[in-house]
């Protein structure tokens, strides 16, 4: 039923920023959602979750300090603030959900913990 878009990627110089927005068609309010990123030739990793009611986050170590995710229920989006961006950021970012009672488990499972996926939106960023 959840249906998810990811958009605002593109290419950006290093130490650049960017927005990543996940719009959802249906209710998300209920569920965990995070980003992904997969880069050529690596697994889907994971970015960052948070809870469905907001609040509590969690990054994976290579972002932490950079990247910010929020959730705005009442839109029904899920965003990404990437700040410092290096070449290793590039990637195919995906934005995900799981309807769980446990995030911070669901967090631990990976990609495949997460239920509904979105087609992706790449970033890319230049030395």
């Known amino acids: 039923q959840v249906q998810l878009v990811e958009s605002g990627g593109g290419s950006v110089q290093a130490g650049g920023s960017l927005r990543l927005s996940c719009a959802a068609s249906g209710y998300t309010y209920n569920y965990c959602m995070g980003w992904f990123r997969q880069a050529p030739g690596k697994e889907r990793e994971g970015v960052a979750a948070i809870k469905a009611g907001g609040g509590t986050a969690y990054y994976a170590d290579s972002v932490k300090g950079r990247f910010t995710v929020s959730r705005d229920n009442a839109k029904n989006t899920l965003y990404m603030q990437m700040n410092s961006l290096k070449p290793g950021d590039t990637a195919m970012y995906y934005c995900?959900?799981?309807?769980?009672?446990?995030?911070?488990?669901?967090?631990?499972?990976?990609?495949?913990?997460?239920?509904?996926w979105g087609q992706g939106t790449q970033v890319t960023v230049s030395s």
């Open positions: 995900a959900a799981a309807l769980t009672t446990s995030c911070v488990y669901t967090w631990t499972r990976g990609p495949r913990g997460f239920d509904v």
